[in-house]
């Protein structure tokens, strides 16, 4: 019915940048707020950054100033520009949505399968 599909993973060097992004496939009214995530194997789930429909963000404290969170609603697609880059960012980051199905349908949870970034010398 919906998916969320991430891209733009890869590896980076410290100081560097990535470019991620989120699209949304599917049948669904609409999506409200949608956020990044970030995981290492043996830790958390972490929250990065959350963005609301009208584009209002949210960051966490250890990428702001760093990262910068947008969205095309248009496109269904979500972004998040990654600069200066540390080793501490590497993780799998997983995109996240709260949608409706329908115009009557209450909030639904949805994440996506991840995408691995990597930052090393």
């Known amino acids: 019915q919906m998916q969320l599909v991430e891209s733009g993973g890869g590896s980076a060097q410290p100081g560097g940048s990535l470019r991620l992004s989120c699209a949304a496939h599917?049948?669904?009214?609409?999506?409200?707020?949608m956020s990044w995530y970030r995981q290492v194997p043996d830790g958390q789930r972490e929250l990065v950054a959350t963005?609301?429909?009208?584009?209002?963000?949210d960051y966490n404290e250890s990428v702001e100033g760093r990262f910068s969170l947008s969205r095309d609603n248009a496109k269904n697609t979500m972004y998040l520009q990654m600069n200066s880059l540390k080793p501490e960012d590497t993780a799998v980051y997983y995109c996240?949505?709260?949608?409706?199905?329908?115009?009557?349908?209450?909030?639904?949870?949805?994440w996506g399968q991840g995408t691995q970034v990597t930052v090393s010398s």
């Open positions: 996240y949505g709260q949608f409706q199905r329908t115009i009557v349908s209450s909030l639904k949870d949805i």
């Open positions: 599917g049948l669904f009214f609409s999506i409200s707020t």
């Open positions: 963005i609301t429909s009208a584009g209002d963000t």
